[in-house]
């Protein structure tokens, strides 16, 4: 690996987002645009809004983040640049890790704008610390990152990328503990939960949110998750075919 | 795919590739640049297999699809891949001059012609200034003037010590290399000099010297 070209192709990547508004707009407008929403769908209800609005700091970025990561990497597939860039001197790390350091660029102003919101104007107050919060919101979106450029290998068009998210994502979603409690769901889904990445990303915001005490829950959450991300990467990296058919 | 081809090309030299749509050049090159999976033969380039780490900064290859970023500027995509080559920013202005793009290096490769995007494509192979050149098809949709300039530049490479292979579908261009392959449906045809090859077939020009293998080797078939 070479920082230089690490360096560079994050520039790369975020030059390229500087000239695409709309998604810069979808990156860090939209996540707040739903809070705000949801706020007032829980107008009679605050006190739901204020149990939901940290799981959604997990969730919100994760898929936006997912989303576009794995459209980027699959429109380097097939433009041909990523052919080029293979028969370069460059390490498939170099690559990945500069996708990770632009989106993780923008992860950082992205999860900032939705916590002030959600704690200023929004009026949810949260228990535990703000800092710690904010680290797994960022890691959070770094996780969706992650896996978003690591699964567009299963994709081959950009209506395909789009795809994953359904099957990917979805299910995650819907067993996280979000919609229903985990320990009421069928033994199954509760196995399923324990091996789904965002389980733990959505149990540490909660947790974070709650209590500003790092019980050995808080630090296993955050764990895992940290250890998931360059997990994804490598196996990201691994999916990168110098020769192809 | 491809079958029974056998090769080799002296160092410093210009060659040409030839042959009918769907014959195997693109599927040639990719085998001497190591991007083409292949299951059986062996390719060396600089007494390396094809694709070796060691080779990466010293083969340059345009691919036939346009692979540069289209939504970002001329300049920025040659910066980039400046950076990934490790080579000195001047390059970048020295290969725009090349490519006759050095007006445009300002504009989003999206907003060019589609002429310009490839000689966009095409600076990015000549970066590195690498000893081997693998172009595929570098002056498909360009006018006589613009060919001209490139087919000059390609022998200026050859001529300080740069091995090109370059593939095209204009016979005019064959005369200008010092020795041409003729691919058909996967095999080699013909690998002479042009003269050679006009001789061969009896024919004055090239075209009528390409009409004339082809039809000779389906007669053969
Ligand atoms: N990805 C692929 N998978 C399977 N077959 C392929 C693939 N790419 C090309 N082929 C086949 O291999 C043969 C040679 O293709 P190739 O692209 O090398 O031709 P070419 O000589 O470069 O043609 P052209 O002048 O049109 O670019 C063709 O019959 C083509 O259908
Ligand atoms: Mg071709």
New binding site residues.
């Given amino acids: 690996m070479s920082a230089q070209r690490t360096m560079a192709t994050a520039r790369r990547v975020l030059a390229q987002l500087r000239g695409d508004p709309r998604t810069v707009a979808m990156l860090l407008v939209v996540p707040v645009l739903l809070m705000i929403l949801l706020r007032y769908a829980f107008d009679s209800n605050v006190f739901i809004f204020d149990h939901v609005a940290p799981i959604l700091i997990a969730i919100f970025p994760f898929v936006l983040m997912f989303l576009i990561t794995s459209v980027s990497m699959l429109r380097e597939r097939t433009s041909g640049t990523l052919e080029r860039l293979l028969s370069m001197p460059i390490a498939k790390l170099d690559l990945l890790v500069g996708y990770a350091l632009a989106f993780g660029t923008v992860a950082v102003v992205q999860v900032a704008l939705v916590i002030v919101v959600v704690l200023g104007p929004l009026g949810v107050s949260v228990t535990g610390s703000v800092v710690v919060l904010s680290l797994f919101g960022v890691l959070d979106a770094l996780l969706g990152m992650a896996l978003g450029l690591c699964l567009s290998a299963l994709a081959h068009t950009e209506f395909q990328a789009v795809q994953l998210l359904p099957a990917v994502v979805f299910p995650q979603l819907l067993v996280c503990g979000l919609f229903a409690p985990r320990d009421q769901m069928a033994g199954v889904l509760q196995g399923l939960a324990d091996v789904f990445p965002l389980t733990y990303a959505v149990d540490g915001v909660t947790r974070a949110a709650a209590s500003a005490a790092w019980g050995g829950s808080l630090v296993k959450d955050l764990v895992i998750v940290a250890i998931c991300i360059p997990l994804a990467l490598g196996l990201g990296a691994a999916t990168l075919q110098r020769r192809?058919? | 795919?491809l079958t029974g081809i056998s090769l080799g090309v002296a160092e410093g030299t210009v060659t040409g590739l030839l042959?009918?749509?769907?014959?195997?050049?693109?599927?040639?090159?990719?085998s001497i640049v190591g991007v083409q999976r292949i299951t059986s033969g062996s390719v060396r380039v600089l007494g390396l297999p094809a694709g070796s780490p060691t080779l990466r900064p010293n083969v340059g290859y345009l691919t036939?699809e346009l692979s540069v970023y289209r939504d970002l500027t001329v300049r920025a995509n040659l910066r980039y891949f400046a950076a990934v080559l490790g080579v000195d920013r001047g390059r970048v202005d020295q290969v725009l001059e090349d490519v006759s793009l050095s007006d445009r290096s300002d504009a989003r490769v999206a907003n060019l012609s589609g002429g310009q995007q490839s000689r966009v494509s095409l600076a990015t192979a000549l970066l590195g200034d690498p000893r081997v050149l693998i172009l595929?098809?570098p002056t498909a949709g360009l006018d006589p003037v613009l060919r001209e300039d490139l087919w000059s530049l390609f022998h200026r490479l050859g001529a300080s010590g740069a091995t090109l292979l370059i593939?095209s579908?204009v016979m005019e261009e064959a005369m200008r290399c010092q020795r041409l392959l003729l691919?058909r449906d996967?095999r080699l045809l013909i690998d002479d000099t042009p003269d050679g090859l006009l001789q061969r077939t009896g024919e004055s020009d090239m075209d009528a010297a390409f009409l004339h293998l082809i039809r000779q080797s389906e007669a053969t078939a």
Avoid: V
């Fill in positions: 192809t058919g | 795919m042959g009918p749509s769907g014959s195997g050049k693109s599927t040639l090159i990719r036939q595929d098809e593939s579908h691919l996967a």
